[in-house]
């Protein structure tokens, strides 16, 4: 009956008496209604729970009570899977929650681990971090997500493995490498992606690049 009713409507968990919200009722009601975390006991509130409640809603976050989640993997977890499925509005939730928690020296929540997976999986989610203190790695696995991320990434910290992630992933990319860093073989890795990158080549090897660009797409020849 109580799974019944909180699987119609999660808030029905307000009126489930304690002694008969089993893990089964509340991993229904939370997957209906993150935010009903909130109502949840602190001695109950599992991880498990915490990462079923931003797995539906990022705002859960705000309700979790880091104190009690006892390892930093498992903080890293609710974190991650709250980035995972939400992107922007999961980090945001995060950033949020870092900021709002008043035992963030002792509980950070923004660790490398959160941040990587975040960046494998929502390269664009870069434009809120603070780039100068994330891994080469991470800003790598960004741009190979999204490559538009790189004009976040400072010309100083990007690599040359940066600009072939990004071309070929998306030719037109070759627009945000630096002219000088624009050799041959990254051209070419961008015009077998897009022959309209040919247009970005430097005009010193574009003659010797068109070949390969018109033979892709005929109209590449309006760049030569």
């Not at 709002?100 to 002792?106: F, I």
């Given at each position: 009956m109580c799974l019944l009713a909180v699987s119609s409507h999660g808030r029905a968990l307000c009126n489930v008496r304690n002694d008969l919200r089993t893990s089964a009722v509340i991993q229904v009601a939370l997957r209906a209604d993150g935010t009903l975390i909130s109502l949840l006991p602190h001695r109950v509130q599992t991880t498990q729970f915490c990462c079923i409640a931003v797995e539906q809603t990022a705002c859960a976050l705000a309700y979790v009570q880091w104190n009690l989640i006892p390892t930093p993997e498992e903080r890293d977890r609710v974190c991650i899977t709250a980035v995972r499925y939400h992107g922007t509005?999961?980090?945001?939730?995060?950033?949020?929650?870092?900021?709002?928690?008043?035992?963030?020296?002792?509980?950070?929540?923004?660790?490398?681990?959160?941040q990587h997976s975040a960046l494998c999986h929502h390269g664009h989610v870069l434009s809120l971090l603070e780039v100068e203190h994330i891994a080469t790695a991470s800003l790598q696995a960004a741009v190979a997500s999204y490559p538009a991320a790189l004009v976040h990434i400072p010309e100083a910290m990007q690599t040359a493995d940066m600009y072939l992630r990004a071309v070929s992933s998306c030719g037109r990319m070759l627009h945000l490498v630096p002219s000088m860093h624009r050799s041959e073989p990254l051209c070419?890795?961008?015009?077998?992606?897009?022959?309209?990158?040919?247009?970005?080549a430097p005009s010193e090897i574009r003659k010797r690049l068109a070949v390969a660009a018109v033979s892709l797409c005929g109209q590449a020849l309006h760049h030569v």
């Open positions: 509005s999961g980090m945001r939730s995060v950033l949020n929650a870092q900021r709002g928690n008043e035992l963030s020296s002792w509980y950070p929540l923004l660790s490398a681990a959160v070419m890795a961008a015009i077998k992606e897009d022959p309209h990158a040919l247009q970005y």
